[in-house]
């Protein structure tokens, strides 16, 4: 299996998760508060995944969607996972409002480039790990 396929397929299921997850707040601060930040903790956790997920995408991959900092992705990651009590949730919630629709939309464009056959896609789609991006197979 191509792991360029499954780094972006789990990229976008994670950017959909947190889209979800977000979508009910007005700010960072009801965001980071509600439900005794599980929709907050979540999230960090997705960013996280996020930028694991992109450590492993091919260079070349990354070098033909300059329009995407990806060592800012992975600088996050690692600021995120080794300062837990430390996560800024006005950052978090200025990437979810000013970069994930970007970031989506440029890994349906990576999905596409992938040139992977539909019943492949559909397959792997059909997990319920990544039901929120089923919308690829139309």
Same mark, same amino acid.
């Given at each position: 299996? *191509?792991? #360029?396929?499954?780094?972006?397929?789990?990229?976008?299921?994670?950017?959909?998760?947190?889209?979800?997850?977000?979508?009910?707040?007005?700010?960072?601060?009801?965001?980071?508060?509600? #439900?005794?930040?599980?929709?907050? #903790?979540?999230?960090?956790? &997705?960013?996280?995944? %996020?930028?694991?997920?992109?450590? *492993? &995408?091919?260079?070349?991959?990354?070098?033909? /969607?300059?329009?995407?900092?990806?060592? #800012?992705?992975? =600088?996050? !990651?690692?600021?995120?996972? /080794?300062?837990? !009590? =430390?996560?800024?949730?006005?950052?978090?919630?200025?990437?979810?409002?000013?970069?994930?629709?970007?970031?989506?939309? @440029?890994?349906?464009? %990576?999905?596409?480039?992938?040139? @992977?056959?539909?019943?492949?896609?559909?397959? %792997?789609?059909?997990?319920?790990?990544?039901? /929120?991006? !089923?919308?690829?197979? *139309?």
């Amino acid at each position: 299996m *191509n792991k #360029n396929l499954i780094s972006s397929l789990t990229i976008l299921e994670a950017i959909e998760k947190i889209l979800i997850y977000s979508s009910e707040y007005k700010s960072y601060s009801d965001f980071l508060w509600a #439900n005794d930040q599980k929709d907050f #903790n979540a999230t960090a956790n &997705l960013l996280i995944a %996020i930028g694991e997920e992109v450590k *492993n &995408l091919d260079d070349n991959l990354k070098d033909r /969607h300059p329009e995407i900092s990806w060592t #800012n992705i992975v =600088g996050m !990651r690692n600021i995120f996972s /080794h300062n837990y !009590r =430390g996560i800024d949730a006005e950052l978090v919630w200025n990437i979810i409002n000013s970069d994930l629709i970007q970031l989506k939309d @440029v890994f349906i464009k %990576i999905i596409k480039e992938l040139e @992977v056959e539909r019943a492949v896609l559909g397959s %792997i789609l059909s997990s319920q790990f990544y039901r /929120h991006i !089923r919308y690829l197979i *139309n």
